[in-house]
C-alpha cells in the first residue's frame, strides 16, 4: 500500500515535470496492480478459514473501506468549497488516482474472491481455464505499455478471448449450493451493497477524468485503460451471476437443506453403535430422522424385542391413539406391515379416513429389519390426506434398513462380547476338568497301566480315574459324561466324588453302578446321562469284575488265543431309569485274565472320529490297530494309537474327546 | 440338520426324523416329540429309517420321555433303524428301555399289542 502512495505521487508529478517520461506512471500503475494483487493472493487465497460468506464479506469490507475514504475525500473537497485549491488541477488529480487505486484495490479484492469461489470445486480444466485467464489479463496488462501490442487486431482477438474466458469462468457457481438459506440472504445483500460500491467508484472516477480532461490535454487518461475495463467487467460479471443464481436458488435452497440433513442423520444412525448407545437410542434416531425428514405430524415404532415382546415407541402420538389406529386397521383387515406378517411397505392412507375421532388422515409403514426377519413396524402419520409422496417413501425406507443394519451390528457387538465371556468360561471349566483327571495312575503287581485324555476346544466330559481297594484289588473307570462344556465338567466332577467315595466300600460292580445310578438321578437334568464302565482288577484271584453302564465296549485281547474281541453285555447308562429298577438293566460281569492280555478302554470320541469323507474310526480298525501293537507296553500302544487317529482324520484339530486306558498284564 | 415330518396314520402319530441329530438339532426332536404328547396322542412311532446319526444329546431326548410316557400311559415304538443307529441304542442300554422294531408293520403291531 505504501508501494501504491509512491506510485500515486509519481504519477502526480507528471503534469508538472514534463521532463519525466511518459510512459512511467502507467509502469507505476501497472506496478500498483501487481503488487495489489500479490497482496491479496497471500491475504485471502491462503486462508483456509474463510467459507463463502467470509469471502463476501471481504469483498463488501474492502468496498466500504474504499468508499468510506473515498467520500472522505470528496467531503474534504466539499469543505474547501471553492477555494482556488479545489479547481486546481494537480489537487484534482490527485483525488482522483487516489480513487483510481482504490478502485484497483477493492476490484483486486473481489477478483481474489471470485477466484477462489470458482475453483471451490477444482478440476484440471478449470484449473487450466483460469490460469489462461489470468495470464490473458497480464497480456492486457502488459499492452497497454508496449506499443506493438496495441494493433487493432491483436486488440479485439485477446479482448474476444478473455471475454470467452470470464463467461466460461463465471458459470462456475457450485458454491452457491453449499449456503444454506441465511448465508444465502447475507450473500444476497453483500453483492448488492458491492454493485453500489461498484457503481459508486464508476461514476466517481469518471467525473474525475472529465473534469481533469477539460483542464489538460497533458492528463493521462486511465478510463481507456483496457485492463481496467476488463477487471471491473469480470468482477461485475460474476457478481450478477452471482446474484442471480443466489437469487433463483432461494426458493429450493429448503430442499437442500433437507438432503443434508438426510445425510447427517444418516450418519447418526450408521455410528450409533460405535458410540456404545443402546438399541433404543437407534429407534430414538431413527424415529426422530424419518418424521423431520417427511415432516410427519406423528410416528410410532412397534419393536419385537430381543425377548420375543412387542415394545412400542411413540413420537407426538399416545400409545393408546396408536394402538386405536392399529385396532382399526386390524378390524378393516387391511392386509399390509402393520400386520407382523407381511413386509412391504405400504401407504395406507385410504383407510385412515373412515377412523373417527383422529386428526390424521395419511398413514405410511415401513418394516425393519435385523437379519432378514422383521423385527419391527415403523409407522408415519399425516394430518393431511395424500402427505406422502414417492420420495419420502425411499427415503424412510432407507432409514429402516440403516437402522436394521444399525440394529444388527449391535446384536453381533453384543453377541461376541457374550461370546468371549463363554469362552473365558470354558477356559476356566476346562482347566477344572483337567483337574479333576488323576496325574498318577495305580500301579499294580501284575499289570502296567497307560491313560490319555484330551479334549477338543469346547470342554469335554470324558473322565478315568484308579482306585486301590485292598491289597489285592485296584479299582479302574472309565466315564463320559453326555453334552460338553460347564455342566459336563461339573457332572464330572460329581462322578468323581461318587467314584472315590463308592469304591472304597470294596462294592461288587454291579452294586456300585447301582448306587451310583442312585446317587445321580436328582443331579443329572433331563436328557443327560453318563455312561461308565467299573472294574475291579483282582490279582489273588486273576479276575476281572466289571460292570458296564451304557458305555462303549471293552477291547479284550487274550494271548493265548491271539485274538481280540469286544466285551458284548446289557447296561443302561446311569440317570437313564431313574427308579428302583435300574437293577434289572445293568449286569454283573467277570473274566479271567492271563499274562499278556491286554485291555483296552475307550470313550466314543475314539471310534467316532471322522475322515476327511465323513467315514468313522469305527470299533473294525480300533480293534486291528491295537492288535497290531499287543506286544508293546501300553503307553507305547497308547502313542502309535493316539498317531493312527491322527492320520486318520488328516488333522491336528479333534472335534471331540479322545479318552484311552490301556491295560497290559504281566508275564 | 434333522427335519421331521409328521402324519397320522390309524391314531397313532408318526414321526418321521431325516438326517442327522446332534445336540444343536436334538432341540427340534425334543419339540416334536413335545407337540405330539401336547396333541394328546397315546400311539406315537417313530420312523428312523432316513436317521444317518444321533449323538448322545438325541439319545437323552429318547431317554428323557420314558418316565413321562409311562406316566401318562403313552406308547411309543421306533421302527427302521441303521445299524449304525441301533448299535448306539443298544450301546448305551436305551435298546432295553425303549421298543425298537425294524419294520414298520411290526412297530404297528407292537403298538398295537401294547395299547390293548
Redesign the interface.
Known sequence: MLFSDVTLLFSDLKGLTPDIPLWLPKVMLDLYVVSIFYYYKFKIEHDESLNFTDLLWRVFATGLVATVLSLALWMLDFLLGSTKLSSNIFFIDVEYLVNLGLLISFLMAAFTCWKRLILYQKSKWLIRGWALFEFALLLVLLSANIQWFQQEWLLTLVSILTGLLALVLSANMKWVAYLNFRQKWTSLLLLLLSFFYLGYFFYTTNRFSEEIALQSDAFLEFRSHVFNIYLFSFVMLYSIFSFLVILFNLPTSSVFEQKLEEVVNFQRISQSVQTEQNEESVYEILLESSVSSVFADAAWLEIKGEHEQYRLQTHQISESDAKRIQEHLNGRNVKGVLDQSSDRTRNLSTHLASLKGTRFRSLMAFPVHVKGEKIGTLALLKELPDGFNKEMTQIVSAFANQAGISIENFRLLKEAIQNERYKEELKIAKTVQKSLLPNKLEAGQDFEIAAFSESADEVGGDYYDTLRITDHQVGLIIA?V???GTTAAFHMSQMKGIFHSLAQQSLDPKDFMIRANQALRYCLE????I?ATYFVLDNKERKIHYSR?????VLFYHADTRTAEYLVD????LG????KDYCN??EARCIDYKPGDVMVLFT?GITEAKDQKGE?FGLDLLRETMTEVVSKTPKEMQEHLIRKLYTYTGTEEIDDDYTTMIVKFRQ | MVQIKRLQEDGADILAVVGEIDASSSIELDLAIAKSVGEGFKKILVDCSALEYISSAGLGVFMSYIEEFRDKGINMVMFGMKEKVINTFQILGLADLLHIRESKQDAKKLLHELSA
Request: with cysteine.
Open positions: 463320559d453326555s453334552g460338553k433331563r436328557g443327560s446321562f455312561s453302564a451304557g458305555h462303549c465296549p446289557k447296561g443302561a447308562a437313564m431309569v431313574k427308579g438293566y445293568v466314543d468313522e
